[in-house]
Nanobody, 121 residues
């Protein structure tokens, strides 16, 4: 099985920065893409950004110019650099990946447990 583990969340001041990391481990043959989603209290989970080995697939308008996603395939790790943080960025951030096991072309969807990001003064 594949496991995704997020880290890097915490408390930041408005205008501050945080860097989230998500490491995939387990039976990994190939990663199609990885991404970040977030969910604030009483709100639906929303896409923040997605990326493949060929580049960024998409990102949310609300984070453009502030957040940057990157992927290190060799380390099975996706990052989210968050700058100019705003209180409305407060949410649980979830890592997502589509990964095929070794020797297969069957990509499955995986989710991490999430990491809390709180932006407050």
């Amino acid at each position: 099985q594949v496991q995704l583990v997020e880290s890097g969340g915490g408390l930041a001041q408005p205008g501050g920065s945080l860097r989230l990391s998500c490491v995939a481990s387990g039976s990994i043959g190939d990663i199609w893409d990885m991404g970040w989603y977030r969910q604030a209290p009483a709100k639906e989970r929303e896409l923040v950004a997605r990326i493949s080995s060929r580049g960024v697939i998409n990102d949310a308008d609300s984070v453009k110019g502030r957040f940057s996603i990157s992927l290190d395939v060799a380390k099975n790790t996706v990052y989210l650099q968050m700058n100019s943080l705003k209180p409305e960025d407060t949410a649980v951030y979830f890592c997502n990946a589509r990964i095929a096991r070794p020797g297969t072309g069957n990509y499955r969807n995986y989710w991490g447990q999430g990491t809390q990001v709180t932006v407050s003064s």
